[in-house]
């Protein structure tokens, strides 16, 4: 597989706190990787020593195949991101703020303003100012910004962040297009699980600066763990006989008739087969999976994500 990005046990302290520790992350070319963490986790900082912005301590960061000197700047024309981005002039159009960023990195081309709002489904000729923008609009007109040349690789930094359900739905949209048809590589953060679904291919869990785990999604959903449910009369007396007959050992008890047994040797059929004979009354057998949600928390060791 070919990495746009790869760090190696990347480090950064500020004030003598560790916030990134040892974090070796991959990003595979022409797809969308979403950096998940809760707010703190030191994602920002991570993306920061992407772009050249914060120097890292120790660790390396290879761009594009080429491992990056300190203070190394021409391969960042090739990435466009939101990482503090300009705050853009409250009182001007989108291509009026388009304009004046674009001065100030070279010079101004009309039509990759025109194309570049076209892409984030903005309009050109129009007349509103920025103060008068949803936030949606907002975040839509700080891609456009990072688009504008064409880069690409693309680092977004919560594009999701403070956006409604049909903002977010919108957003995901906007950034698959970018993945799909215009075969950017795309990395995202967010502290919010759900606002990565159906839009990241590979996915990175930082937690307290490390990296958990880093796996396609794919994977993550699979890594789920699967378990039975049952609802009994005499849990007590069932939980002994699966210990001590059927030699299940990974039983939790969660409510009083409830027993979740995620030692699969044996499936539901059986297993109520088994309990029938040994004369126990079972309300309710199903096979269950936990919600990703609840994997982070174990994951995270019970703190979640979001
Ligand atoms: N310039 C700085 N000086 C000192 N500490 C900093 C600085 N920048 C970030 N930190 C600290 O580093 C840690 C990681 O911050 P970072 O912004 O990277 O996290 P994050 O995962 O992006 O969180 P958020 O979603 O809240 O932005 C936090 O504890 C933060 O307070």
Wanted: glycine residues 8%; neutral net charge.
């Amino acid at each position: 597989m070919e990495y746009t990005i790869q760090t190696y046990e990347l480090c950064k302290k500020y004030e003598g706190c560790s916030v990134v520790r040892n974090v070796s992350m991959h990003i595979p070319k022409g797809q969308i990787y979403g950096l998940l963490g809760r707010n703190g986790a030191g994602k920002t900082t991570i993306m920061k020593m992407l772009l050249g912005l914060v120097k890292k301590d120790s660790g390396s960061v290879t761009l594009f195949n080429q491992v990056m000197a300190d203070y190394q700047s021409g391969i960042y024309a090739r990435i466009g991101s939101t990482i503090e981005s300009p705050g853009f002039y409250s009182n001007l159009t989108a291509v009026e703020n388009l304009s004046v960023f674009s001065r100030l990195r070279g010079k101004v081309d009309r039509n990759k303003i025109r194309k570049a709002l076209g892409v984030v489904g903005l309009p050109y000729q129009d007349k509103k100012i920025f103060s008068k923008y949803s936030l949606g609009m907002k975040q839509r007109l700080a891609i456009a910004n990072a688009i504008v040349n064409d880069p690409e690789l693309l680092i977004f930094d919560e594009p999701t962040n403070g956006l409604d359900p049909i903002g977010i739905a919108e957003m995901r949209t906007l950034i698959r297009r970018l993945s799909h048809e215009c075969g950017k590589t795309i990395l995202i953060s967010s502290h919010q699980l759900s606002e990565m679904e159906q839009m990241v291919d590979w996915i990175g869990i930082i937690h307290e600066g490390r990296m958990l785990e880093e796996c396609s999604y794919q994977q993550l959903e699979e890594n789920r763990h699967s378990y039975i449910r049952l609802v009994v009369k005499e849990p007590e007396q069932v939980y002994e006989y699966l210990k001590k007959n059927l030699s299940i050992e990974n039983i939790k008890r969660p409510e009083a008739s409830v027993i979740e047994i995620y030692d699969l040797k044996y499936g539901t059929l059986e297993l109520n087969s088994r309990l029938f004979a040994a004369g126990f009354a079972v309300a309710e057998i199903s096979k269950c999976q936990n919600s990703l949600e609840d994997y982070f928390k174990e994951l995270t060791g019970g703190a979640g994500i979001a």
